[in-house]
């Protein structure tokens, strides 16, 4: 097994593990899970990771039941399994802390189709639950929820429509994400951006700032893809629809001036 991360000393980690050092134990199985998806996670590798999430959940560790659910819904390192994942998502809830908040609201909004491709619910009752769990990410800053939260504004999902403040809350997810972690929504919060200021939605139309945007969605997609993380097709083809259109206007622009 070859880990990404290089900043991870790997078997000193095992180390600490080993002594009981939660921590540690949830850093080795992400790593097993998380490192390296070029190559094929091997069953004995996907066992020992699952088993240092459970040992550290068993220590009461609530970012490791966060990431078993993660685990159980996404059917990495184990058979796909929602209501496990569930089950662990809410062992794992604390109002103060903003995976938290995007877990559960992740797992409200959404549900998972066998291929994998996740799917916005149509449950009132969801979406109601899904809104205030962004909310609360949302005051804590976390980027995905406030990129969650700006989507329902912008569709009028379980809050009224209303295109500015989800402008808004798509730029305070740009400002607030970490450009070192592989977030959920990094790609998606550069689609929208572009989106919303090649169209003028709940901004005005800057189609220069569009293309910046587009642009760092190519380049973080090709960073993705070199590491084995891949981005829901119909996104990427959304994406590539927009980077031809932004250029055709700023063509037709140019050619008239």
């Known amino acids: 097994m070859k880990i990404y991360s290089a900043s991870l000393n790997y078997f000193d980690e095992i180390k600490k593990a080993e002594a009981g050092d939660a921590k540690a134990m949830i850093r080795v199985a992400f790593a097993i899970l998380h490192g390296n998806k070029t190559e094929k996670l091997q069953p004995e590798e996907a066992e020992l990771a699952i088993r240092y999430y459970k040992r550290a959940a068993e220590l009461g560790d609530k970012s490791a039941m966060l990431d078993l659910g993660g685990c159980y819904m996404s059917g990495r390192g184990v058979e796909r399994d929602a209501k496990e994942a569930a089950r662990w998502y809410e062992r794992g809830w604390d109002p103060d802390d903003p995976a938290a908040c995007y877990c559960l609201g992740w797992l ?131 994406a590539e629809q927009e980077w031809i259109a932004i250029n055709r206007e700023l063509d037709a622009v140019s050619g008239e001036g």
């Open 108 to 238: 409200n909004r959404y549900d998972y189709l066998n291929d994998g491709e996740e799917v916005p619910t149509s449950d009132a009752e969801r979406i109601t639950k899904a809104v205030q769990y962004f909310k609360r990410g949302a005051e804590l800053l976390n980027p995905d929820c406030l990129y969650e939260l700006g989507e329902l504004y912008l569709t009028g999902t379980g809050v009224p429509e209303e295109e500015e403040k989800a402008f808004c809350l798509f730029m305070k997810a740009y400002e607030e994400r970490d450009g070192d972690v592989l977030s959920d929504s990094a790609l998606r919060i550069y689609l929208r951006f572009a989106e919303c200021l090649h169209h003028g939605i709940g901004t005005e139309v800057d189609l220069e700032e569009a293309l910046h945007f587009i642009q760092l969605f190519r380049k973080e997609n090709r960073r993705r893809v070199s590491i084995g993380e891949t981005e829901a097709e119909h996104v990427i083809e959304e």
